[in-house]
């Protein structure tokens, strides 16, 4: 062996394990987060993407793994338990970020029940099954404005952030990780109705008509007329609503993630 490459030969095992010990946090945090982890992405791409942020990071966050690693690194189940630790940390920290990005998700499928196209689904295996395309029409562009405005550089700083707040092979607050989840699911069901409120208005107003209509001319067939009626107004009140409540959801994540995970 070359006198140059007996110290690279020394070094490549500890530089391995504190790699795959920054890939298992990482690697959780980006399994969940929105954007990074669509199944429209190929898992080969996220899986490069995941190595990617992992090695830019390296440099970064090795002083503060280095001395945890130190300590474990000549036992394999002691290495084995920190991973884990690690994982389910990053699991949890992006499953947050995810559970309040569903406030969008919910002021869609609000969206579309007002506006009466609950019937016209797509799958979306992000959610587990159908939902209206309508609803994903919005979750996409908001997913899209998030990555425009640079929300997503908040989530990763977030992660870096991360290593400070929870050291390696230190305390997992469990207690605190339930709390924060009911919190941002109580936050985001609150923000999605938010969002939906000029349809919840509208959808309120229609149908009050349509009942006084019903009443006060009997032998109409208002059922024929209601849903394309529905259909024109409900569209164009989106429509009219829709760049201020995606404009509202992108401050509210941002100024969200950074008070929670900045």
Aim: charged share 5%; aromatic share 8%.
């Amino acid at each position: 062996m070359e006198p140059f490459a007996a110290p690279l030969a020394a070094a490549l095992p500890g530089a391995t394990m504190l790699y795959a010990l920054l890939f298992a946090r990482v690697g959780g945090i980006l399994m969940l987060l929105p954007a990074f982890s669509e199944d429209a992405v190929p898992g080969r791409v996220r899986l490069l993407v995941a190595m990617a942020i992992t090695a830019g990071l390296y440099p970064l966050l090795r002083p503060q793994v280095a001395s945890a690693l130190e300590a474990v690194q000549t036992s394999d189940i002691g290495f084995a338990g920190l991973v884990l630790t690690e994982m389910l940390l990053g699991i949890a920290l992006g499953l947050i970020v995810r559970i309040f990005f569903h406030a969008i998700v919910i002021a869609g499928g609000i969206i579309s029940l007002q506006v009466g196209l609950t019937s016209a689904l797509v799958f979306d295996p992000s959610a587990g099954g159908q939902v209206p395309v309508l609803g994903k029409f919005i979750s996409i562009t908001a997913l899209l404005l998030c990555m425009a405005t640079g929300v997503h550089h908040i989530w990763i700083g977030a992660l870096v952030h991360s290593y400070a707040t929870f050291p390696v092979g230190g305390y997992v607050p469990a207690g605190d990780f339930t709390r924060l989840a009911l919190q941002s699911a109580s936050g985001a069901m609150a923000l999605g109705l938010s969002l939906a409120a000029p349809l919840l208005v509208y959808g309120i107003v229609f149908n009050a008509a349509l009942g006084l209509a019903a009443r006060l001319a009997p032998a109409l067939q208002i059922f024929f007329i209601a849903q394309p009626l529905n259909l024109i107004l409900g569209i164009a009140v989106t429509a009219a609503a829709l760049a201020a409540s995606l404009d509202g959801f992108v401050d509210h994540m941002a100024s969200w993630s950074v008070m929670v995970l900045g």
